[in-house]
């Protein structure tokens, strides 16, 4: 009976040891981990960040462009990332965000106890315990996830411990905000407004139920849950976050087995700097503010850097006019280079005409010299021969076509002669009266032809050149559009205006005889009447007043041919000056940077206009008037009515006609020698567009004139634009008459003047050089 007593107390014994053995196991556990906690704050394991650091935490924000009418049109960026307010994000959104990754999380202040608890007791398999505050830590402070177990432990320490800090120093909502816009959405989604904006073309505010779910579905595992690459995925996992809302009373199960069943519906709207809206403009603008930043400092002497300081840049772009523009310009060349291929069937030397084979074979030489392709093996320090062998070798390569990019295989240096087969556009469009430009279209896709064909283009102008020479003589000799001068054969002598030899120029068509108006002269681009102008005015007035309007003419010659437009000018410069006619003769300087402010909000730049009193309001009136009668009755009259709107021709080229204008509109048409170039200059009273078309180089060309003529290749661009907006309401484009002077003294309503062509049923031969 003693032994077994004895026994029951030696197991009670035994019991109890192991009990206290226990509790000081689980002590030495937790004090192990109490330990590792300090060692990890201490540093042992490596730093962790200061203060400064917390209350700072590192980003690379994107340098935004944002448009006058509010709309981000481009971004520079080292990451695209473009920080959002808690405001701006929906309720939705944080309900899916919280529902899907951290239930607790207005409960716990950076580690979940239960959560934690959970995933040791069932090994993660039902659920990880990382918090919202955690998975920012880890955003923020965790340059690369270590695939070493032990690694991964200590920084799974310090990433609790970064978590416990930024709880004490932010508020709730300021951690669900930072780690919207912290995490990368992939495809160069960055943060929560790239991503909205780059997935479904919104801005976060406008996200639905089912956007929200889709988007904070890819904080699992953004590769693996790309809505591009992996459609199907993406739409289960947006489903169990759906399953998520509704378990936790955000949706009902009605709604969540409605929007379970949608489709994804991703609207993919890619950001990088090739692709988008007004693309050859953003370049300008990262051109400029390069150069800004050169000169101007931060306040601690550094540079900023446009890819990662988060600047704002305000642009006096409009994002619909800017796509207005656009389509207008795509719309007409695809059409029109359809016509232009097809009159190059037969031509050996196409794309170019003209010219011989030996010719043909030099402009190719020389853009493959200038090619990207040579510059790059130049440097790797290759031969000549073997980079030219390289040229002649058959690689895949992606070219464009008007239906999009097409994957092929071809030499580089047929790739050159492939792509200088296509007709290049330029357009921009400028309020007159302050110089700011609200539309900029470079060339026809900035991805295959960054050339910027606006500023840095420089092309022959045509007649439309010859509005400066009637100014001129408006301007010295008060001049009418009504007075009338001979239409016949008029010769300036060899040894007058700096004159080699004498130069008597011919009318388009060879007609002569009678005596003509002003306004019946420029509206018809009659080239002897002119003449006649230049002679009496001389060529120097007339290149004063045209650097007056802001033009480089330093390689302008001081001989009367100028007057025919042999002169080159960009659209840019070309806009500028005629700006000065629609603005009562004064000159501004195109505005296109308004103002630069820090990420903070702080103005560092601010546009002041540049203006100049270049002609009297008179002068600029009647010039105004007399380009009126372009569109009245001239060679720009394809803007007005709906005569010909059954003719196969402007079925052909004339894309988006009938245009219908009723309104005031002042203009030229342009042509030049070979019909290499042709231009349309545009006026209402408050906005000023100039449109040119041509190929790459001077012997692409259509083989007449019917085609070749500004009003053919160019005036179609500029008709479809303004009648786009015209139909956009939210757009004041002006329909009224240009501001009429008070103290006018120069008769422009002209008793004999008639719209000759307004009842005409037959299509007039129109020529214009």
Known sequence: MATKKASAKDKKRSLGRHIRTFWKIFAGFILLIVLMFLMASWGVFGSLPDETSLENPEKNLATEIISSDGKTIGKFYKENRTPVPYDSLPDHLINALIATEDVRFYDHSGIDGRGTLRAIAFLGSRGGASTISQQLAKLFFTEQVSRNKFQRGLQKVKEWIIATRLERRYTKEEIITMYFNEYDFVNQAVGIESAANIYFDKPPSQLSTIESATLVGMFKNASLYNPIRNPEGVKNRRNVVLAQMEKYDYISEKVKDSLQALPLNIEFTPQGHDEGSATYFREYARHFMENWIKEHPKSDGSKYNIYQDGLKVYVTIDSKMQLHAENAVKTHMANLQAVFDEQNKGNKTAPFRDITEKETEGILNSAMRK???????????????????????????????????????????????????????????????????????????????????????????????????????????????????????????????????????????????????????????????TARLIDRVGPEPVIDLVKKMGANTDNMPAVPSIALGTADLSVYEMVGAYSTFANEGVYIEPILIQRIEDKNGTVLYQNVPKTRDVISDETAYVTTSLMEGVTQSGTGTRLRGNWAVNSPFYKEVMTGYPYDFKNPIAGKTGTTQNNSDGWFMGMVPNLVTGVWVGGDDRATHFRSTRYGQGATMALPIWGMYMKSCYADKDLDVSTENFKRPSNLSIETNCAVWRDRDADKEEIPDEFDF
């Open 371 to 529: 090619s990207d392709r040579w510059r790059d093996m130049k440097r790797q320090g290759k031969e000549e021969e073997e980079i030219i062998a390289s040229f002649k070798k058959a690689i895949p390569m992606r070219v464009f076509s008007w239906k999009g990019d097409i994957d092929t295989i071809m030499t580089p240096l047929d790739s050159i002669r492939y792509h200088k087969s296509f007709l290049q556009a330029a357009m921009m469009s400028m309020t007159p009266q302050t110089g700011e430009v609200k539309a900029w279209v470079g060339g026809i896709d900035y991805k295959h032809y960054k050339y910027d064909m606006v500023k840095k283009g420089r092309r022959q102008i045509g007649s439309t050149f010859k509005p400066f020479v009637y100014a001129t003589a408006i301007d010295q000799m008060h001049m009418s559009p009504c007075d009338t001068l001979p239409n016949t054969m008029y010769t300036i002598p060899a040894g007058k205006h700096n004159l080699i030899k004498s130069w008597t120029p011919k009318n388009s068509g060879g007609s002569y005889g009678g005596m003509v108006s002003l306004k019946y002269a420029l509206a018809n681009s009659i080239n002897t009447i």
